[in-house]
């Protein structure tokens, strides 16, 4: 037998990923249809894969809500979706072919009455779009609501794992609120679906940019040699972002921007950055890379020294006056979320000791960006005068992971003159000036491998529980405090305790 690791010809292999990857026929079912994740994202993802002949003609769409729609009703949200926020332009053939697969079922979850109509609505498309009984169980809901879903998924048959067929559950994070309650929401679904059939969705493992991470590091020679504490003196890793809560005081208050995207995305790239390469990147090796190196990190042993939160204020940004946190609708006077985290992790292994990675994060920033940015040693003897030099920091290797997406390499060059004068200079690569393709959006790339079956950008769960276990301690020391997270300006770059944070070390915080 040839197992998953011993594929021989790999021209023959379905998942080569050099060639063209089409889903099979299969339905799609989305939980929580209405949301906002599902019109700014999943739709139109869906729409672009067909639109990319990446979806077979027997695909189907079916949504479940508890609104009272028709299946043209529904169908006519997901076309209005797709005018707006789809990446590739809207072709008329395409929307047909892809809006006859489409339903709607009007139920609540709980209710045996609406999950046997989604029953009978699956059975129905399995019939007439030939889709082989596979389903895919997408819960864009909130995780109190999994237990149920699961339940009754399992109930009505609808996740029994039959020979030839597939039925996948997809999650989105938050994937609990702390290590206790990301083991219990992991018991739950584990005890329906088996784990090669639940995918977590963090979808910065789906940017093209966090992907060319791994070509960039594993695919040279030129930066490994340096990629160690020898030449590395310290990491930064920066996701920003120019916007406050919107709407979603909700969903924000009470869990705060750590556990919104540090324990995920960030301690994701973290991982990428700094973990060993591994054998291949078939999905068992890739995470057991990144799991060794997140058992490596830990929290910081001084919480009041390398740990800071801020929270916004009013004020103006980009012209425009905008509200504080505080005055945002629907986030409580006493409330002592934050909006703006940095944190210091150090990895206890042979390349990193002594290497502190800093992570940061914020709303209402100067703008928005992310980027992983490694600053270099200074060289051990610099044969200038003290003056010719002054302008000189330290080398840095900047992956731009979104928006301007490329690489920047910073080091000092001599000014053009008769003294010598040194300055620092950019070398830059930018994916739009390299490629002429655009890169496809993040659920793109992630659905089409749920459908596909391909699990190596789904974090496991146990990348989940070592990331809970980084931030459990922080949130704990957080969570003792009397003081609230400390105001900063709209606008700028985080509270003046995350500089002081820094500055303690001898650093500063980027300002890209
Ligand atoms: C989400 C967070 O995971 O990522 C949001 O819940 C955040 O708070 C968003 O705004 C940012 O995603 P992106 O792809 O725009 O960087």
Redesign the pocket.
């Known amino acids: 037998m040839i197992t998953s690791t011993e594929r021989v010809n790999p021209l023959r292999d379905p998942l080569d990923r050099r060639l063209p990857r089409i889903a099979g026929p299969c339905v799609l079912v989305i939980f929580g249809v209405t949301g906002d994740l599902s019109t700014r994202k999943l739709m139109p993802a869906v729409y672009d894969l067909a639109n990319r002949g990446l979806l077979p003609p027997g695909f189907a769409l079916v949504g479940f809500a508890r609104r009272d729609w028709e299946h043209q009703d529904f169908a006519k949200i997901v076309h209005d979706a797709v005018q707006q926020h789809a990446r590739t332009p809207f072709r008329e053939e395409v929307w047909k072919q892809l809006s006859e697969g489409i339903r709607f079922v009007s139920g609540e979850i709980g209710n045996d009455d609406s999950v046997r109509r989604l029953r009978d609505t699956i059975a129905e498309l399995d019939e007439a779009r030939g889709t082989g009984g596979n389903h895919a169980f997408y819960l864009s809901i909130p995780p109190s609501l999994f237990q149920t879903v699961v339940d009754q998924l399992r109930e009505h048959g609808l996740a029994e794992q039959r020979y030839g067929q597939w039925s996948r559950v997809v999650i989105e994070?938050p994937f609990g609120h702390n290590l206790s309650s990301a083991r219990e929401l992991n018991r739950v679904v584990s005890s329906v679906f088996p784990s090669s059939s639940v995918f977590r969705i963090d979808?910065?493992l789906g940017?093209e940019t966090v992907q060319n991470l791994l070509a960039l590091r594993f695919a040279n020679q030129l930066f490994e040699p340096v990629w160690n504490n020898n030449y590395v003196d310290h990491v930064q890793i920066t996701?920003a972002?120019d916007?406050g809560?919107g709407g979603?005081a909700g969903?924000?208050d009470g869990i705060g921007?750590a556990r919104?995207?540090i324990q995920?995305?960030l301690l994701q790239l973290l991982a990428l950055t700094a973990m060993e390469e591994p054998t291949s990147f078939q999905a068992d090796q890739l995470r057991a890379e990144k799991q060794k190196v997140l058992a490596a990190a830990r929290p910081p042993k001084r919480m009041d020294l390398h740990t800071t939160r801020g929270r916004y204020v009013g004020g103006w940004q980009g012209g425009k006056k905008v509200l504080g946190y505080l005055e945002e609708k629907g986030i409580p006077p006493s409330t002592t979320t934050e909006t703006y985290a940095a944190i210091r992790v150090d990895i206890d292994n042979r390349r990193w000791a002594g290497v502190p990675f800093y992570l940061r994060t914020g709303?209402r920033l100067a703008r928005?960006v992310?980027e992983i940015a490694l600053g270099f040693k200074r060289a051990p003897h610099l044969p200038f005068s003290s003056t010719d030099t002054e302008e000189l920091g330290y080398n840095a290797l900047v992956l731009r992971i979104?928006p301007d997406e490329g690489v920047t390499l910073r080091f000092g060059a001599k000014v053009p003159g008769t003294q010598m004068e040194i300055r620092e200079v950019n070398m830059d690569f930018a994916y739009g000036g390299s490629f002429t393709e655009s890169s496809p959006e993040?659920y793109e790339r992630l659905i089409l491998d749920v459908l596909l079956g391909d699990p190596p950008l789904f974090p496991q769960h146990e990348e989940v529980e070592l990331a809970w276990e980084i931030l459990d301690p922080i949130l704990d020391f957080w969570a003792s405090l009397d003081t609230p997270p400390d105001g900063y300006e709209p606008g700028g770059w985080g509270p003046a305790c995350a500089d002081e944070m820094l500055a303690r070390d001898g650093h500063i915080w980027r300002r890209p």
């Open positions: 994070k979808h910065y940017k996701m972002e916007i809560i979603r969903y924000f921007i919104d995207v995920n995305h709303k928005r992310t979104q993040a």
